[in-house]
């Protein structure tokens, strides 16, 4: 079987740089399919003999495509055209995707090369063929199904359904990110963004023990929902005891900034994994006002000191927006599962900190001499 292959931005890249992104999303789709490829202006033309049902599951999956067609072929001669057409229709009609009684239809024909008919002429010939084999009607503006035919120098492409891909790029384009996870809705949703940019994302978990339970489950069971749309790239999955690092903050700082100092922490210990994993930045899962950490000057707060860019996808969504796409790529229900929460949050959390007040409490526990330490205890969860 054959298959039309249709990316989006990557045809607006440069010849080199769009080369190189093609044989990204190429050695993608290879790492799950026994497949081989043909490069035809915009698109791939991908060449199988596997299952369809796993082919329309692997490129679905799939970001960097925004579309593909299952396709039929044949030449340029009219006849051998008309054959295809007509066995084409009998099928999809036997299989009740065109009701030929209720439904009309349309012909969008493609044509380049030389050939002795022009585009609008093998349209209507084409047309004329479906309307002999089902005497359907014809509505060239809003049909409920179309009948797209291209001819091509010297092959003929039959084809009637155009599957919606994710689009974005081909992850493992943009090099390495580590994403703060959590057992929330939030970070599996940031990372999927990012895997959407086409980054190659790398899980780091901060184990909170004895401040909150039962999260590292919930953990790895996302990072396998989110390795379903990483195909071609591994997910590894860290964790580190950032609960001694908690117990610092407990005691040595003023409770209403237990949970600036934490997210400070945090994003600290993913800058020491990203230096270790060659990673080119941070990633979580912050949406402005949603939780205490989250206002703006929290923000600046608990993130000056990181010389690593933070990048947070969903920093404009509201909640309802960042749930829908949890729902859709299947981490939701994983989410909320209760879990206990975290223990160490205060009952007065700091919403607008000072940020000369964080840099001294930063040095008077220590934060990085800590932080280096239990970076220590990172472990892959994975493995």
Do not use: W
Not at 57 to 81: A, C, M, Q, W
């Amino acid at each position: 079987m054959k298959y039309f292959v249709r990316y989006g931005e990557i045809g607006t890249k440069s010849p080199k740089i769009r080369r190189k992104f093609e044989n990204n999303l190429i050695k993608n789709i290879q790492s799950e399919l026994d497949c081989t490829f043909d490069n035809n202006q915009g698109r791939l033309t991908l060449i199988t003999d596997e299952e369809d049902c796993k082919v329309n599951d692997i490129l679905s999956r799939t970001f960097g495509i925004v579309s593909y067609s299952p396709i039929l072929e044949t030449n340029t001669n009219k006849d051998d055209i008309t054959s295809l057409i007509e066995n084409t229709m009998r099928k999809i009609i036997k299989e009740d995707k065109f009701n030929p009684e209720k439904d009309t239809f349309a012909v969008r024909c493609r044509r380049v090369g030389n050939h002795n008919y022009t585009s609008q002429e093998i349209a209507a010939y084409c047309g004329g063929v479906v309307i002999k084999v089902c005497d359907a009607t014809v509505n060239l503006s809003q049909p409920d199904f179309t009948l797209y035919v291209e001819v091509r120098d010297d092959k003929t492409y039959i084809y009637h359904e155009k599957i919606r891909g994710l689009g974005g790029l081909p992850v493992g384009s943009q090099g390495k990110v580590v994403c703060l996870i959590s057992s929330g809705i939030d970070s599996p949703v940031a990372a999927y963004q990012m895997l959407k940019r086409g980054c190659q994302v790398i899980l780091l978990h901060c184990d909170n023990h004895p401040y909150s339970e039962g999260s590292v489950d919930k953990v790895l069971k996302n990072a396998d929902n989110l390795r379903r749309y990483s195909i071609g790239n591994p997910i590894k999955v860290y964790s580190i005891k950032f609960g001694k690092y908690l117990e610092k903050v407990l005691n040595e700082a003023p409770p209403r900034m237990t949970c600036v100092l934490c997210k400070s922490g945090m994003y600290q210990s993913a800058a020491l994994l990203a230096k270790k994993e060659h990673a080119n930045a941070i990633v979580d899962g912050s949406s402005i006002g949603q939780v205490a950490s989250q206002t703006l000057t929290n923000l600046e707060a608990t993130r000056y000191h990181c010389r690593m860019p933070i990048f947070s996808p969903l920093i404009s969504l509201d909640k309802l927006e960042i749930e829908e796409i949890a729902k859709r790529i299947n981490t939701y229900e994983t989410s909320i599962i209760p879990d206990g929460g975290c223990k160490a949050v205060p009952k007065h959390p700091e919403t607008h900190a000072d940020l000369k007040l964080v840099k001294d409490i930063v040095e008077d526990i220590n934060q990085m001499e800590c932080l280096e330490k239990i970076s220590e205890s990172i472990v892959r969860l994975d493995s």
